[in-house]
C-alpha cells in the first residue's frame, strides 16, 4: 500500500531537495505533480485541493525554515500537512464509558473485515492487560456466530452468541446482558454487514447501538475499495454516528487513498489499522509512520535533525555571546541548569566526560540542589532575575518563602551566580578558558 504515491512523492522531493530558491512557477509544478499523484492514489477531490492550497499559502507566507533549503522547507511542509490530514503524531485513544464495561460497537458494509477486527481489538486490548469479551448479533450470515466464536477461542477470549435468536434487538439485549454479568471492562460488539445502504438495517443499527449505549462506534473500512468506501461511510456516520476509524487490509497493493480521506471527510479519527488476515497483523493508527512511508522515511528525519542543529547551534551562539559580553542574568543560569538537566542525571552526564569519568567514581551530585536553584530563581521577578543587586532583605524573605527555602539559601544561589560571572569575566580576558574547571556549585 501507498507505494504509488510513495514513489511520486520520492520524484517530487528529489527535484526539490537542493533548490535554494524556489520561484511560484517550480512552486506550482511540483504541487500540480502531487496533485495528480494524490488523485492517482484515490484521495478525496477536496482533500487534495485543501491539501495544495494550504501547502501554497504557507510556503508563499512564512520565510524558508531555519536549517533548511527553500526545497527543504517545501518537503516539510508536505510533512506536516500529510501529518495533519491523517490526524498529528499520535494514535488516538480508545474512548471509555464511566463504567465498565466499554462496549465498542463494529458497523459497516459486507465483508470489509468486522469479524477479523472483532477478534484483532479483542486481543489488543487483552494484550495490554484487560478483561475483554467478544458477543456477536449478526442474525444475517447463519455462520457469522460460530466464525466469531472460533476466533475467540483461539485467543482465549469469552465469546457471547446465540444462534436460535434471530431477532437482532432481541439477541443484542441477551448477549449484552450475559456478557455485563461477567465483569469485562471491554466487550467488542460484531454487528452484520451491511451490502448495501439499506434504511431497514441502518434504523436496526441505530437502535442497537441505543441499546447497548457503546463508547465507540467504529466504521470498518476496506482500504481497499477506494472512493465508494468514503461515500458508504458518510451514510453510516449520517444515520449512525460514528466515533471512529478502523482501516482493513492495508497490506493490499491498493493506491491508499482512503487512508488520507477519511479522517476529513468524516471528521473522526481513524484509530487502528489491519495488515494482514492474521490475529497479529493489528496495530493503533500512528499517523507518522504513515507519513513517513509516503514521502520516504530517511528524507523527513534528515530534515529534522538539520533543524535541530540549526536551533541548538542558534542558542548556543546566543549564550556564548551573552558570556561575552558577560550579561549572563539569572535567567540565563535557570536555562543552563535546566538545559543540562534535561540530559539526563548530572552524575552520568559528568562521568561521561572524557578524564573525569574514572576519576570521580564516588562523586554524588545533590540533584535536590538544582531543583532549589531552579524553585528560587522562579520566585524572583523578571526584574531581580536582570538585576539581582536589588534584591535587598525584604525580596529576599518573600523569594525564600516562594520558593519553599530559607533566605540563607537565597543567598547563596546569589553568591553562586556572582561567582560564575567573575569566572566568565575571567575567561572573557584571557580568551581561554582555565582547567581545572570549578563548578560553583
Ligand atoms: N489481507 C487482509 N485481509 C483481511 C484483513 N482483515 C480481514 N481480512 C479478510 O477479509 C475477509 C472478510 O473478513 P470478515 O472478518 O469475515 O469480514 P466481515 O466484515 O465480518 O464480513 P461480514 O460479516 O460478512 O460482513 C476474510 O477473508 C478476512 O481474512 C486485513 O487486514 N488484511
Ligand atoms: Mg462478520
Known sequence: MFELLAEKFS??????KGAKKIDEKTLDEALRDIRVALLDADVHVDVVKQFITDIKQKFLGQEVIKGLTAGETIIKLLYDETLSILGGQEPPALNKSEKPPTIIMLVGLQGTGKTTTAGKVAKHLKSKGFRVGVASVD???PAAAKQLCTLASSIDIPCFVDEEEKDALKLTEKVIED????GFSYIILDTAGRLHIDQELMEELVKIKEKVKPAE???????????DAINTAQEFHKAVGLTGVILTKLDGDARGGIALSIRKILGVPIKFIGTGEKIDNFEPFYPDRIAQRILGLGDI????EKMQAAIDEEKAKQMAEKVMNAEFTLEDLRDQIRMIRSLGPMEQILKMIPGIGGKIKDLKVDEKQFVKIEAIINSMTPEERRKPFIINGSRKKRIARGSGTTILEVNKV????????????????????NFPFKLPF
Not at 456478557?179 to 461477567?182: D, F, G, I, N, V
Not at 528525519?301 to 529534522?304: D, E, G, K, N, V
Open 11 to 16: 520524484s517530487v522531493i528529489d527535484r526539490l
Open 139 to 141: 442474525v444475517r450470515r
Open 179 to 182: 456478557a455485563k454479568k461477567q
Open 217 to 227: 462506534v467504529l466504521y470498518v473500512a476496506d482500504a481497499m475499495q477506494g472512493q
Open 301 to 304: 528525519q534528515t530534515l529534522i
Open 414 to 433: 546569589l553568591k553562586q551566580y556572582e561567582e560564575m560571572k567573575k569566572m566568565m569575566k575571567k575567561i572573557k580576558k584571557s580568551g581561554k578558558m
